[in-house]
Nanobody, 123 residues
Protein backbone atom coordinates (compact mmCIF):
# COMPACT_ATOMS: atom_id res chain seq x y z
CA UNK A 1 0.00 0.00 0.00
CA UNK A 2 1.00 3.58 -0.64
CA UNK A 3 -0.39 6.50 1.33
CA UNK A 4 -0.54 9.96 -0.22
CA UNK A 5 -1.22 13.19 1.65
CA UNK A 6 -1.65 16.49 -0.20
CA UNK A 7 -1.18 19.95 1.25
CA UNK A 8 -0.76 23.51 0.09
CA UNK A 9 -4.15 24.36 -1.31
CA UNK A 10 -5.94 27.59 -0.56
CA UNK A 11 -7.50 30.76 -1.89
CA UNK A 12 -5.51 32.96 -4.24
CA UNK A 13 -6.25 35.81 -6.60
CA UNK A 14 -5.99 35.38 -10.35
CA UNK A 15 -2.38 35.73 -11.44
CA UNK A 16 -1.09 34.42 -8.15
CA UNK A 17 0.83 31.26 -7.27
CA UNK A 18 0.48 28.21 -5.06
CA UNK A 19 2.65 25.17 -4.47
CA UNK A 20 1.01 21.86 -3.72
CA UNK A 21 2.87 19.07 -1.98
CA UNK A 22 2.17 15.34 -1.91
CA UNK A 23 3.93 13.28 0.72
CA UNK A 24 4.11 9.56 -0.05
CA UNK A 25 4.65 6.75 2.44
CA UNK A 26 4.46 2.98 2.46
CA UNK A 27 5.55 0.88 -0.50
CA UNK A 28 6.72 3.82 -2.58
CA UNK A 29 9.26 1.65 -4.40
CA UNK A 30 6.33 0.09 -6.26
CA UNK A 31 5.34 3.39 -7.86
CA UNK A 32 6.83 4.56 -11.14
CA UNK A 33 4.67 7.51 -12.12
CA UNK A 34 3.28 10.22 -9.89
CA UNK A 35 0.54 12.47 -11.12
CA UNK A 36 -1.67 15.39 -10.23
CA UNK A 37 -5.34 15.45 -11.19
CA UNK A 38 -8.08 17.97 -10.53
CA UNK A 39 -11.83 17.97 -10.40
CA UNK A 40 -13.97 21.08 -10.57
CA UNK A 41 -17.62 21.09 -9.43
CA UNK A 42 -19.83 19.46 -12.02
CA UNK A 43 -16.89 18.39 -14.16
CA UNK A 44 -15.01 15.16 -14.70
CA UNK A 45 -11.67 14.51 -13.10
CA UNK A 46 -8.86 15.83 -15.31
CA UNK A 47 -5.21 14.86 -15.57
CA UNK A 48 -2.95 17.84 -14.90
CA UNK A 49 0.68 16.68 -14.76
CA UNK A 50 2.81 13.56 -14.42
CA UNK A 51 6.40 12.75 -13.51
CA UNK A 52 8.40 9.56 -13.69
CA UNK A 53 10.37 7.94 -10.87
CA UNK A 54 13.65 9.70 -11.64
CA UNK A 55 12.01 13.09 -12.14
CA UNK A 56 13.61 13.48 -15.55
CA UNK A 57 10.39 13.01 -17.51
CA UNK A 58 7.44 15.32 -16.99
CA UNK A 59 4.27 15.89 -18.99
CA UNK A 60 1.25 18.17 -18.73
CA UNK A 61 -2.22 18.81 -20.01
CA UNK A 62 -2.10 21.60 -22.59
CA UNK A 63 -4.08 24.06 -20.47
CA UNK A 64 -1.36 24.28 -17.80
CA UNK A 65 1.79 24.09 -19.92
CA UNK A 66 4.08 27.00 -19.19
CA UNK A 67 2.25 27.80 -15.94
CA UNK A 68 2.52 24.65 -13.81
CA UNK A 69 5.64 22.66 -12.96
CA UNK A 70 5.70 19.19 -11.44
CA UNK A 71 8.79 18.07 -9.56
CA UNK A 72 9.81 15.57 -6.93
CA UNK A 73 12.26 15.11 -4.10
CA UNK A 74 12.99 11.39 -3.83
CA UNK A 75 14.85 11.84 -0.55
CA UNK A 76 11.65 13.21 0.98
CA UNK A 77 9.25 11.01 -1.02
CA UNK A 78 7.43 14.18 -1.96
CA UNK A 79 5.99 15.43 -5.23
CA UNK A 80 5.27 19.09 -5.84
CA UNK A 81 3.06 21.06 -8.20
CA UNK A 82 4.13 24.68 -8.58
CA UNK A 83 1.23 26.63 -10.02
CA UNK A 84 1.88 30.11 -11.40
CA UNK A 85 -0.31 32.60 -13.27
CA UNK A 86 -3.38 30.96 -11.79
CA UNK A 87 -6.73 31.50 -13.47
CA UNK A 88 -10.27 31.16 -12.09
CA UNK A 89 -10.71 28.09 -14.30
CA UNK A 90 -7.94 26.37 -12.30
CA UNK A 91 -10.31 26.24 -9.33
CA UNK A 92 -10.77 22.60 -8.34
CA UNK A 93 -9.92 19.93 -5.82
CA UNK A 94 -6.43 18.74 -6.68
CA UNK A 95 -5.48 15.10 -6.13
CA UNK A 96 -2.13 13.39 -6.04
CA UNK A 97 -1.95 9.87 -7.45
CA UNK A 98 0.62 7.08 -7.86
CA UNK A 99 0.92 4.43 -10.55
CA UNK A 100 3.12 1.41 -11.17
CA UNK A 101 2.90 2.08 -14.92
CA UNK A 102 5.03 4.27 -17.15
CA UNK A 103 3.91 7.58 -18.65
CA UNK A 104 0.22 7.20 -17.89
CA UNK A 105 -2.38 9.94 -17.63
CA UNK A 106 -5.69 8.12 -17.34
CA UNK A 107 -7.15 8.02 -13.86
CA UNK A 108 -7.81 4.30 -14.15
CA UNK A 109 -4.08 3.66 -14.54
CA UNK A 110 -3.32 5.10 -11.11
CA UNK A 111 -3.53 2.80 -8.11
CA UNK A 112 -3.30 5.13 -5.14
CA UNK A 113 -4.91 8.48 -4.45
CA UNK A 114 -4.69 11.21 -1.85
CA UNK A 115 -7.65 12.86 -0.19
CA UNK A 116 -7.39 16.03 -2.24
CA UNK A 117 -6.72 19.69 -1.50
CA UNK A 118 -8.94 22.60 -2.55
CA UNK A 119 -7.54 25.32 -4.78
CA UNK A 120 -9.74 28.37 -5.32
CA UNK A 121 -8.73 31.18 -7.66
CA UNK A 122 -10.73 34.38 -7.40
CA UNK A 123 -11.14 36.78 -10.30
Amino acid sequence: QVQLVESGGGLVQAGGSLRLSCAASGRTASTYTMGWFRQAPGKEREFVAGINWSGRTTYYVDSVKGRFTISKDNAKNTVYLQMNSLKPEDTAVYYCAASGKVGVRRGNDFDYWGQGTQVTVSS
